[in-house]
């Protein structure tokens, strides 16, 4: 069995994977005043960055993902079924890339929910989320209310494996390095990054952080005007 078979990935997505590595492959910027992200050390420029502590929404997902995990495993919550099911999701598309941004407008979900009626159109409940059903259109005809069971339902059930005959060599082994580092830092007892820390990262870490790395920030800024 090769280490790929566990890997899933969104069929949806599957082009994201080769967009977004050319993307990743620029040089990091030589600013000395940068500092690395959190979750890939990247070096971004203190002035900028996704509040000074993660180069892009990919990394602040891809770190999101691994406390999230981490908590489910300490408190037990990983035992239940749903819970298994929407980590399965999340890292088929953490490890497609990362969430494709799609946000609907107000008017159309609105809209989406007159014509459905405020009920999931699977099981009649009272709806909750609005689903894509194929690719990212916000196309009246794409959308459908749904509970958030049945959503979960619809994404688990769009999860393809993926072959490693459906990734060039280069994106196939950035995909085995991705889902082992994936791995490793959900498993370790001991957090290997702050960001992965579940138990201290928005009690002290997260607030700590940002407001170290801003400061910082803010200092290189008044530097450059002066
Ligand atoms: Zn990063
Ligand atoms: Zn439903």
């Not at 498993?187 to 009690?203: A, F, G, I």
């Not at 940002?210 to 002066?226: G, T």
Request: proline share 6%; net charge positive; with cysteine.
């Amino acid at each position: 069995m090769s280490a790929f078979d566990g890997l899933k990935i969104v069929s949806d997505h599957k082009h994201l994977w080769q967009k977004k590595r050319k993307q990743r492959t620029k040089p990091p910027r030589r600013d000395p005043s940068a500092l690395p992200c959190l979750n890939c050390d990247r070096l971004l420029p203190r002035d900028r960055g996704h509040p000074y502590m993660f180069c892009s929404d990919r990394c602040s997902e891809f770190a999101r993902h691994i406390r999230y995990v981490r908590g489910c495993r300490l408190d037990g919550r990983i035992n239940q079924e749903r819970v298994q099911k929407a980590i399965a999701v999340e890292r088929g598309h953490i490890l497609a890339g990362g969430y494709s941004k799609r946000p609907i407008p107000k008017k159309r979900r609105d809209e989406v929910f007159a014509r459905d009626q405020g009920q999931c159109v699977r099981c009649g409940q009272p709806g909750t989320q609005i689903h894509h059903m194929r690719g990212p259109s916000n196309a009246l005809d794409n959308l459908q209310l749904l509970c958030q069971d049945c959503h979960l339902e619809e994404s688990s059930a769009r999860l393809v494996p993926i072959s490693d005959a459906d990734l060039a060599p280069a994106a196939r082994e950035a995909a085995y390095d991705r889902a082992a580092e994936l791995d490793e830092r959900i498993e370790v007892k001991k957090p290997l990054r702050q960001c992965d820390d579940y138990v201290n990262w928005d009690k002290k870490i997260r607030h700590r952080t940002a407001r170290e790395r801003s400061s910082a920030a803010l200092a290189v800024v008044h530097e450059k005007k002066e």
